[in-house]
């Protein structure tokens, strides 16, 4: 789709995408399936006080291996308004089972997380003339957090054709896609895979130690495993012995 099109510096292709790098799993093969459709890529990271940083050298390194043709990493704490156990001091729950994790609203919600993330890849999408948004959610293995759900993708993107002057005088239409939304962790383990994601390099845990390492019990981790064991692939982190 993209083809061999003469480009100035400043001027991305009609088919250019804002992708939502987190460094983890989902959000790196959902930037793999948008660079499989022509898009051509524009990564977007937070560092927002998450406990997990190492997950922006995972996003650095994913966007150098996806090509994309700039990469920024956005600092915003959100640390002092939070009491997620993923920026807080909470105990990030471990060893539970996958009903457990399907209770309610999880500990690990970071409140309007996706909200603030997508509205900064908007404003960033209209800046350049991009009429297209990537997020890596999923509401099927772990259907917990509102902002995961297509009725929250649907009203988005909505919001985002209402919130901007590209919207309103219709020099764009926005689109918020969720390659991911309905496939089950090994499925999206599987369409990875055989497109070279460097798993390697994705941080899934919520409670990793000081190197980085993967707890292996945290909900996670407990998906991400059962995700590779559905895919019948060998999930390339080391986990502690249980
Ligand atoms: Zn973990």
């Given amino acids: 789709m993209a083809g061999n099109r003469e480009q100035t510096q400043n001027e991305p292709a009609a088919s250019a995408a804002v992708v939502l790098l987190s460094g983890g799993l989902d959000s790196a093969t959902a930037a793999a399936w948008a660079r ?9 990271s937070f560092d927002y006080g998450q406990r997990h940083r190492f997950e922006i050298e995972a996003a650095q390194r994913i966007a150098q291996w996806l090509g994309v043709r700039e990469h920024r990493v956005l600092r ?3 640390s002092p308004l939070l009491h997620s156990a993923l920026t807080g001091t909470e105990q990030v729950p471990r060893g539970r089972s996958l009903d457990a994790m399907s209770q309610g609203i999880p500990v690990t919600y ?3 997380r996706n909200t603030i993330m997508l509205s900064v890849a908007l404003g960033w999408a209209e800046v ?4 297209n948004l990537v997020i890596g959610v999923n509401a099927v293995d772990y259907s917990g957090y509102p902002d995961c759900r297509p009725e929250y993708v649907a009203a988005f993107e909505k919001l985002a054709n209402l919130a901007t002057k590209a919207g309103v005088e219709e020099t764009l239409r926005f689109r918020v896609h969720t390659p991911l939304i309905r496939w089950t962790k090994g499925e999206i ?13 994705t941080h899934s845990c919520y409670d990793p130690d000081s190197s980085g390492r993967p707890c292996g019990q945290c909900d996670a981790c407990l998906l991400r495993i059962k995700g ?6 060998k999930d390339p982190l080391c986990y502690p012995k249980a």
């Fill in 228 to 233: 590779f064991e559905e895919a019948g692939l």
């Fill in 189 to 201: 383990i599987r369409y990875g895979t055989e497109r070279g994601v460097p798993y390697q390099w």
């Fill in 128 to 131: 350049l003339g991009a009429a």
């Fill in 76 to 78: 915003i704490d959100l």
């Fill in 110 to 112: 970071v409140p309007a």
């Fill in 36 to 44: 499989e459709q022509g898009f051509e890529l524009y990564a977007l």
